[in-house]
């Protein structure tokens, strides 16, 4: 069964931190590039981050600086950490597994998770 989790999701205020996990089942996430991205209501789900297989990472302009993903050293799992907290930051924040970062964000993705909510309100 191929499948990727999303955890660490919830409440925070403005200017705290939240750590979401994703976490895959049936696979190892070492071999694949792993994007993170997010979806609030009524926008579209935009591309918030990416980390290569060989550990190059992206952001987009909105979160440089204040986001940072990461790979669990032996957990098979993605962080994304997440500080300095915005309410714009609120949405539902979804794990990709994709063939590499190197293009448009939802490009190459093969398989989505279903995604954790955070919200960001004081």
């Known amino acids: 069964q191929l499948q990727l989790v999303e955890s660490g999701g919830g409440l925070v205020r403005p200017g705290g931190s939240l750590r979401l996990s994703c976490a895959a089942s049936g696979f190892t996430l070492d071999y694949y590039a792993i994007g993170w991205f997010r979806q609030a209501p009524g926008k579209e789900r935009e591309g918030v981050s990416c980390i290569s297989r060989y550990g190059g990472t992206n952001y987009a302009d909105s979160v440089k600086g204040r986001f940072t993903i990461s790979r669990g050293n032996a957990n098979n799992t993605v962080y994304l950490q997440m500080n300095s907290l915005k309410p714009e930051d609120t949405a539902v924040y979804i794990c990709?597994?994709?063939?590499?970062?190197?293009?448009?964000?939802?490009?190459?993705?093969?398989?989505w998770g279903k995604g954790t909510l955070v919200t960001v309100s004081s």
């Open positions: 990709a597994r994709k063939g590499s970062c190197g293009a448009l964000p939802s490009s190459g993705v093969n398989l």
